[in-house]
């Protein structure tokens, strides 16, 4: 079936680099996800990258995609306060109906 | 546009009593779904929809029930809420993907939530 998993917490220094990491079980994946939850409230996307690329860079925001372990790994370059949230990973199913498959969350802590 | 509307923000419930959490979208998607936060377990799907008469469940249906009568709409039933229901409860609407077409990524948006407690 399909399943993906994240590492719950990973705690940086502001200025730091942040690296969250996903594994994912659908080789059929077309889409890979990465949404963020701030305190209180829903998830927005940060950004995605299509099965074919094996990276996306936007702005401090660098998406490494290893299709052949099926892992996905999301950098966020000189990490600051705010960038503390929950950060999920999300596959496409490889059904039609847009159903999204998510990871457990990964807590990222930045301390100052 | 509003984006995806949830209500109530928040909810306790006793042991036994039934509500509706609501959701609305004005996007015109026609993918319509609810899921469940739970801490360290990510995002549970409990029931999704395709279209307005088109329902089918996700990965935690018991206990829960929707109806899609507009694609606008898409209710959340709880027919006797459990302690084991308390959780933070998200809508999320998006396109739907095309027949052949597999090259168009799609964004789910999400409502703030619903937080509900069953005591």
């Known amino acids: 079936g399909e399943d993906v998993e994240q590492s719950l917490f990973l705690s940086v220094r502001e200025g730091d680099s942040s690296v969250i990491n996903c594994t994912y079980t659908d080789s059929s994946s077309t889409y890979l996800y990465w949404y963020k939850q701030e305190p209180g409230a829903g998830l927005q996307l940060l950004t995605y990258i299509f099965s074919n690329m094996d990276m996306k860079q936007d702005q401090r925001l660098t998406v490494l995609l290893n299709k052949k372990d099926k892992h996905l790994s999301l950098r966020i370059a000189d990490t600051q306060t705010g960038d503390s949230a929950i950060y999920f990973c999300?596959?496409?199913?490889?059904?039609?109906?847009?159903?999204?498959?998510f990871g457990q969350g990964t807590t990222l802590q930045v301390k100052p | 546009n509003a984006g995806v509307t949830q209500t109530p923000k928040f909810q306790v419930l006793k042991t036994g009593q039934s509500m509706t959490l609501q959701c609305a979208q004005d996007?015109?998607?026609?993918?319509m779904s609810w899921y469940r936060q739970d801490p360290g377990m990510g995002l549970r799907l409990i029931h999704y929809?395709?279209?307005?008469?088109?329902?089918d469940q996700g990965e935690v249906p018991n206990g829960y029930n929707v109806s899609r009568s507009t694609t606008e709409d898409f209710p959340l039933r709880l027919l006797s809420a459990a302690p084991s229901q308390t959780s933070v409860y998200f809508c999320?609407?998006?396109?739907?993907?095309?027949?052949?077409?597999?090259?168009?990524?799609?964004?789910?948006?999400f409502g703030p939530g619903t937080r509900l407690t069953v005591t």
């Open positions: 929809s395709v279209g307005a008469g088109i329902t």
């Open positions: 999300a596959e496409r199913g490889s059904s039609n109906t847009g159903k999204l498959i």
């Open positions: 999320a609407s998006s396109y739907i993907l095309l027949a052949g077409d597999r090259e168009t990524p799609y964004e789910q948006y």
């Open positions: 996007m015109n998607h026609e993918y």
